[in-house]
Every structure is written in C-alpha cells, then in structure tokens.
C-alpha cells in the first residue's frame, strides 16, 4: 500500500489535472488543487513548492510514459514514421491539455543541447528516434541528433503554441513540419535529362 504522503501527492495531482483542464493554469489556484484533492493547503505546499511545480510534475508524467515509443523502436521501426506518430500524439495531448501545454511548449528553462540527464523527456525520446533515423540511413549523419531534435522541437513547440491561440488543427501540417525539418528548406536539384 502506498505512504500517505505519494497518496497525497497523487491526490494533488489528479485535482491539479482537472482544475487546469477546467479553469485553466491561470486561473486554478493552490486553493482549488487542495479542495478538489480533499486536502489542506498546507499540505499541498508541503509537498510541491507551487502550482508551478505541480504543472511541472503533470508534465513529466506524460514524458516519463514514453514506453510504446521506445518499444517500436527496439522493433527497428521506420524512424520518419515513428516521428510523424510522436508529435501527432503529443498535438492531440497539447489539444486536450492546453494548459499544460503552454507550459511545456514555452518552458520559463531553455533547453540545453543534452537532453537532462535525471529524468525521461520528450526531447530525449525525439533525439533517440533521430538517431535510430540516423541508424537507418533515414536521417542526415552529418549533424548531432541532439541539435536536430532542437530545431525540430522549435519548430514543432511553435506550431503547436500558434494552434493553441487559435488557429485550426490539421494533421497534415504535423507531417508536413517533419518532412520540411527532415528534407530541409534548400532547393531541390532538377533531374539531370539522363535520369
């Protein structure tokens, strides 16, 4: 049986979870997270630093799942099309969680190069599927996977941010994004008369 305090912390971040998708991250306060949960507001203080924290917390619950991702992976599948799946997945959760997700996508800490160290991430999991493109022969070889997840994350965080403010979702511009990132923006050489 679980301790009273990971009981209390899964507590808060369920109530944490429905008063973002309800009120938004804004709105919610501390107060809120600690009725829903059925719990004191000192309590939820004493267990996470602020509703910052907890948002956070939500967030790296969802990168931490990143298991049927990795799995396809170890099966050798086509790392362009494990792509397209990922941020097709990760816009349908930014839909559904858009509190949450301006957070993720607009992080107050810049990524860095590496993806961290101590914990799952949706940076490290687009990094791994570059390099198992790289593997492949799919992706250039020519450049580090951790600076192509960058920009492909910039460009896909940004996209999403814009969809987010309003703008109409279609799930074609997910494919069209990767393919952009993947075959680059340089101009394609015309066939030669002898092909």
């Known amino acids: 049986m679980p301790k009273r305090t990971d009981r209390s ?10 008063a973002f998708r309800e009120f938004g991250f804004a709105e919610s306060t501390m107060e809120d997270i600690a009725n829903r949960a059925g719990l004191t507001r000192k309590t939820v203080y004493n267990l996470f630093a602020s509703k910052e924290d907890i948002a956070l917390q939500l967030i790296a619950l969802v990168e931490a799942n990143d298991a049927p991702y990795r799995n396809r992976m170890d099966a050798g599948e086509d790392a362009l099309a494990l792509l397209e799946d990922v941020f097709l997945d990760s816009a349908q959760w930014c839909l559904a969680n858009a509190a949450l997700a301006r957070l993720a996508l607009a992080p107050a800490e810049r990524p860095t190069l590496e993806p961290p160290a101590d914990r799952p991430s949706f940076q490290r999991l687009i990094r791994d599927i570059l390099l198992l493109g790289q593997k ?5 070889m020519d450049d580090d996977a951790n600076f192509m997840a960058l920009v492909l994350l910039g460009i896909y965080g940004q996209a999403m941010l814009t969809v987010l403010a309003g703008r109409p979702f279609n799930h074609a511009e997910i494919k069209h994004t ?5 075959e680059g923006i340089g101009r394609r050489p015309a066939p030669s008369a002898s092909a």
């Open 9 to 18: 912390r899964a507590l808060i971040l369920q109530a944490a979870d429905a």
């Open 136 to 140: 492949q022969g799919r992706i250039r």
């Open 178 to 182: 990767v393919r952009i990132v993947i």
